[in-house]
């Protein structure tokens, strides 16, 4: 059955339509960012709509959404990134694009995705972690996605690592969240402070330059050699691996699978996370394995058009 | 029917016979520290034994003991307090008991216990921390535990809060887990270093006279009003509540029961940990209730008797 996936996140809005494989048969990306509440449901109908047009045999629509939702209402609850609070989401969109619609958080939907076709493939207790601006999380247990009592839960970014560590991101009101310290915002700022400590480094030189030092500016620095900029890698792998240790020692998962934007840093991120559960979790819980994510930047938008489909057929 | 649950911790074993509710029909408990490998196990079968000569109905066992188990082999595979690595405990028992045998960690027989008769009767999503010694855990999924991939899962007393914190304690490696700084043990030490920061204090005046303060003084100097007593236990109660923000964040459960020894503490460990969730879990995850366990120090007996009987039922 072709379906329909919407990835919204902060920056972009990913549609696709897929047909029960990782491929998509139509896709088309564009920008999200500061739309108001009005607008990104505009946007979100016309996209799909345009899908429609595209693959008129698209029979439902999924769409994953960064924010915590209620399952059974199709709320939007709160979100960082987008202006959709207390938003029925689910509701708007049906009427607009006249075929059933499903809706859930984004980190739940690359879950799924890497679970069916990806890095997950064949487990029945996986993680996800969804690295980028900030981070998402999914959790997939006994072969489901798990949402906590009215589908809010999985916010595996909001773990906390360092009791006294940096405030956390826009509408998450504690510090030291996972979220605060090894995002690709956090790996930004680890880069800054490496840049003040180490004028002499590649990162030092470029911030005396005045360049911005964000995560992309710190992974290019490191790929180039430049040890501060791997030591600020590392720190966030280190505060990474530390919330994979919890998560560890809370689900013992088969596999813990790290994908979204910060997946370009590579070994150098995954590695110190990797040996700090090595290391650090608890016996067996120490032999669960840390992998990159396999299908890119299009799990999100996969993953949603599959939940369109599992949600069709339980009708 | 008739089932017997067996509770071993590290200080004492108690074995109890029920029958589909809380209270026991029999039940005894005897000392069980510093016992080797060889004598647990004789001492578990003695009483298990003594059990079926009381009631002898009783048509199976449940066992609950502080380790990681392997679920599907009946191993324990490692343990904090007592002496059973790598044990085939549940086969061991089984030859010497001749009625069949369950065993499952001891934090999850006591959320087994309030799931089913406590203070989590009647919700889906649940979890438990039983402090004590140290800090157990059990995970309460759609209405059924919540083992992990073989069985080890839900060590909810290793769940990092402070990265930089107090080693934590025997058989695990890593340091700033809540059970290092917000077990009955730890509740001690903040209790000797308030003791030596507030000579003054009830707390210091004890130190001074070379009382032990252990967790039971803390408790009883805070009871008698002694604010340095009091900060002791509210510090653990902020460690505590930020391993429920992580908890909550991660699951959206409908209520977090508090268990275990540490319960004596009342009000002065729990309005704290309440109100860090309340303060710094995300929306709608604020709302989790956070709540005493109401069956006592029968719990894990009680738990590991539905064991017996929920496995039997299902052969």
Known sequence: METIGADLGGTKLAVGVVDGRPEALWKEEVPS?????EDVVDLLAQQINKAREARPKAAAVGVGIPATIDHETGHAISTVNLDLEDLPIRDMLRERVGIPVAIDND????MLAEALYGAARGTRHALLLTIGTGIGGGIWLNGEIY???????AELGHVVVDIDG???QKNCPNRGCVEAMASGTAIGRHGREAAEREPDSALGRLLADGAEIDAKAVNEAARAGDRAAKEAIELAGHYLGQALVSLSNIFQPEVIVLGGGAI???ELLIAPAQREVERFALDPMNKTRVVAAELGPAAGMIGAAALGRMEMENR
Do not use: I, L, V
């Open 33 to 37: 960012k500061g739309y108001s509440q």
């Open 107 to 110: 980190g739940n939907m690359a």
């Open 147 to 153: 949402r906590g009592s009215t589908g809010a839960g």
């Open 166 to 168: 940096h405030p956390c």
């Open 264 to 266: 370009a840093f590579g």
